[in-house]
Nanobody, 115 residues
Framework: QVQLVESGGGLVQAGGSLRLSCAAS????????MGWFRQAPGKQRELVAT???????NYADSVKGRFTISRDSAKNTVYLQMNTLKPEDTAVYYCQYRTWSLEYWGQGTQVTVSS
């Protein structure tokens, strides 16, 4: 059974940094992309960043230049380095692994940025 486990969330002051990790346990075959999404209270879940199996990255405009997504295929782990955090980055962050036919989601990790 596949599980995605996120870690690295927490409380940080505006301007600070956090690094999120998402480790996959179990075998996931045919991963097309990995990504991070977030959901703030009262808002819809939104894409933050994705990285394809070929290493192509994509970012939401709101995080470009501040966030960096990366992966370690050997460890089956995807990371999100978040710098210059803003209060509007406060949300629950979810990782996603996507294959041609399935999506796997983590349980989410809370990121809170204080002003």
């Amino acid at each position: 059974q596949v599980q995605l486990v996120e870690s690295g969330g927490g409380l940080v002051q505006a301007g600070g940094s956090l690094r999120l990790s998402c480790a996959a346990s179990g075998s996931i075959f045919g991963v097309v992309s990995m990504g991070w999404f977030r959901q703030a209270p009262g808002k819809q879940r939104e894409l933050v960043a994705t990285i394809t199996s070929g290493g192509v990255t994509n970012y939401a405009d709101s995080v470009k230049g501040r966030f960096t997504i990366s992966r370690d295929s050997a460890k089956n782990t995807v990371y999100l380095q978040m710098n210059t955090l803003k209060p509007e980055d406060t949300a629950v962050y979810y990782c996603q692994y996507r294959t041609w036919s399935l999506e796997y989601w983590g349980q989410g990790t809370q990121v809170t940025v204080s002003s």
